[in-house]
């Protein structure tokens, strides 16, 4: 599980986030990389939940996530 905030800064350290986009342009963009993957984008097996607690939001790795990620980096 990770803070979206927190996910956010590690996309833009690896230059899939533009540093320089406003606050609200960086959520964006951050929406459109977690969407795809996500229940929102209408996957039966997402790769990742977002769960939203008040203001805060985390990213959770699913299982089929865990799986797709172990295929990658091996």
């Known amino acids: ?5 927190k996910l956010q800064e590690q ?3 690896v230059g899939l986030v ?5 606050g609200a342009a960086s ?3 951050l929406k459109g990389l977690l969407n795809p993957i996500s229940i ?4 039966d097996n ?3 939940e977002v769960e939203h607690t008040g203001r805060q939001s985390n990213v959770i790795l699913t299982t089929q996530g865990e799986s797709t990620l172990k295929i990658f980096v091996e």
């Open 11 to 13: 996309l833009q350290g």
């Open 1 to 5: 599980m990770m803070k979206k905030n």
């Open 40 to 43: 929102a984008g209408g996957l």
């Open 27 to 29: 959520h964006s963009r």
């Open 46 to 48: 997402p790769l990742v």
């Open 18 to 22: 533009d540093k320089n986009l406003s």
